[in-house]
């Protein structure tokens, strides 16, 4: 996200001197200062946010039980004991198959929604308010909703029941082979949505003589969105996917409320790590500030990687379309 | 989108949506049915008079109020000041905001509860609003940079030359023309503090300063599991946002999709 506004910004502002020359130069000393404008925002966010890394960073070394319990120095540790802890481990598989799962679910589903929403149907803001109920109230709040729908005498289980597949039934959320699947399908529940309102959104800005044209040579409706639309979409599903990654990183509502995390940590997240770290009885906040950073870093190491490798098909995707357009 | 020339496919396109928006439902009604189990309509009344039961709403609208005066004051200022004042390194100090954009707020709550702790904040609005409109505003100073560098700078030379002072051009030129993002901004901040869970969770630990996202937990310690009851409170919470969401339908969506599409 970050790097494509470099380019954008960045050119923008190189442009005006090249142009005017002199002028724009002079004029920029005439203009009054504005340091003081940027001041309070700066000073809120990046003050906040740099000095909790920093703080992190060096509480990381520590053992400690916060407030005026000891302090004890321990190197690495912390860092150590992360990476030799299974949990951890549990929680990045986790993370990547939730990442996967419900980043594919909302590009899918997303796609399928704005489509039919972008075509003649009836009652079409009936369906939209449905699809996006999920993603404007809080996971929080809904929680308890998913909870009554996957427990042992909840509705999949009747469902289940009255299909006369009574075999199925079994505790969704109490049994460890199962409680991951739930936490990712209640994910996908809220996601779509959002996918739904960027690409629908994205739909609105092709240009209708494009598809006119694709469908004057001949394309279906699936033809035409496999081959005009989904391209144009791209840098949305780059987005969607780097607003993916790490929404999987810092998890926590929906694990939290749903599994706790559990059964014996099948449905662990990096978010409920640090969470039990920083806040239950046996808290480690020095153990809880390394799983901070380790999660720092595969945040920003991942948006980079993304963002690189989602610029460059960008570009590929847009110079063939040129071509094409120009043919 | 799909073309439906024949009356067929556009049955059979309705019936796909009708199919695909089903999951979306069974978690609703769920919920509306299991809130009247029990005691029917008196499961509502009985969360609605539970002491304490106000408190979490005027908790929410007290942090989401401020995290947006705070936010809309400070992105304004800052898109003002970079955009189209004279501040020396501007690009620097944009790239050290902009760095901040998708850390995940799981890494601030180490860090923030030990300093809250130190500082006897912990229990406090602020320990809450302050985390909530540090996250927001690099996002928010993005959006707001890009819209205001599309006003003309002529507009402002022209009250300069009038003799306008920065502070008016800032409140009679800046804030009125930038409305319009500054309303689907403003929309985003509201969802996200409305929302939020984590933040309060760890640093507003006493119920008489809990927010509604932690009313499910509150009626769990509370009445023992009483189901009904529970998604009661859970049914009375979303109306609000649903409410707004229908209403506002537009800023809502603009408001998202203005973070990716750029």
Request: proline letters at 5%.
């Amino acid at each position: 996200m970050t790097t494509t506004l470099d380019r954008s910004v960045g050119s923008d502002r190189k442009r005006p001197p090249a142009r005017e020359g002199g002028h724009a130069r002079r004029r920029a000393r005439l203009l009054p200062g504005g340091l003081r404008w940027i001041l309070p925002g700066f000073a809120i966010s990046v003050g906040l946010i740099y000095y909790s890394i920093v703080y992190s960073g060096y509480l990381s070394f520590f053992d400690w039980r916060g407030g005026r319990a000891l302090m004890t120095p321990v190197g690495f540790g912390n860092y150590m004991t992360a990476l030799g802890d299974p949990v951890l481990w549990t929680a990045l598989r986790n993370t990547i198959i939730y990442f996967v799962v419900v980043f594919v679910v909302q590009v899918a589903g997303g796609t399928l929604f704005a489509a039919a929403m972008h075509s003649n149907v009836r009652f079409a803001n009936v369906y939209k308010v449905l699809v996006v109920i999920p993603v404007v109230v809080a996971p929080a709040t809904l929680a308890p909703a998913q909870i009554q729908v996957w427990q042992s005498d909840g509705t999949v289980n009747r469902v289940l029941g009255a299909l006369g597949l009574s075999g199925l039934e079994q505790s969704w959320i109490g049994q460890s082979t199962t409680s991951l699947l739930v936490v990712v399908l209640v994910g996908c529940w809220g996601a779509i949505g959002y996918g739904f309102i960027l690409i629908y959104a994205g739909m609105s800005q092709i240009d209708p003589e494009l598809i006119e044209a694709g469908r004057l040579d001949g394309a279906g409706n699936l033809r035409t969105l496999y081959s005009i639309v989904l391209p144009s979409l791209r840098p949305i599903i780059v987005s969607l996917a780097i607003l993916n990654f790490i929404t999987a990183l810092k998890l926590f509502d929906n694990p939290w409320l749903i599994t706790q995390g559990g059964p014996a940590h099948s449905s662990e997240f990096l978010g409920t790590m640090i969470y039990s770290e920083t806040a239950s009885t046996d808290r480690n906040l020095g153990y809880a500030s390394a799983l901070s950073i380790l999660v720092l870093v595969i945040a920003v190491a991942v948006s980079i990687i993304m963002q690189m490798r989602g610029r460059e098909r960008v570009a590929r995707s847009s110079t063939t379309r040129k071509e094409v357009e120009d043919v | 989108m799909f073309e439906t020339r024949s009356r067929r496919s556009r049955i059979v396109l309705q019936l796909i949506l009708t199919i695909a928006v089903v999951p979306f439902v069974v978690p609703l009604i769920a919920m509306l049915e299991t809130s009247f189990e029990g005691a029917g309509w008196r499961n509502y009344l009985a969360v609605l008079q539970v002491p304490g039961f106000p408190r979490f709403f005027l908790n929410t609208i007290i942090i989401a109020v401020a995290s947006m005066a705070i936010v809309y004051l400070a992105t304004l200022m800052a898109a003002f000041g970079f955009s189209k004042l004279r501040v020396r390194a501007k690009e620097a100090y944009f790239w050290l905001m902009m760095a901040a954009l998708t850390l995940p707020e799981v890494v601030l709550i180490a860090p923030l509860y030990s300093t809250a702790v130190k500082l006897g904040l912990l229990g406090t609005y602020w320990s809450v609003i302050l985390p909530i409109a540090a996250l927001q505003i690099p996002f928010t100073v993005l959006l707001a940079r890009g819209y205001v560098d599309g006003i003309p700078d002529a507009v402002f030379e022209a009250a300069r030359i009038d003799g306008a002072n920065t502070w008016r051009i800032f409140w009679s030129i800046l804030v009125p023309l930038s409305r319009p993002i500054a309303v689907a901004l403003m929309v985003l901040v509201l969802i996200y503090a409305w929302n939020s869970y984590l933040l309060p969770k760890v640093f507003l630990i006493d119920d008489g300063m809990g927010v509604v996202t932690q009313l499910p937990e509150f009626f769990r310690r509370q009445y023992n599991d009483d189901t009904p009851k529970i998604l009661a409170a859970s049914v009375i919470t979303a109306i609000p946002t649903i409410i707004a969401y229908v209403a506002l339908q537009r800023q809502f969506e603009r408001g998202m999709a203005a973070g990716a599409i750029k």
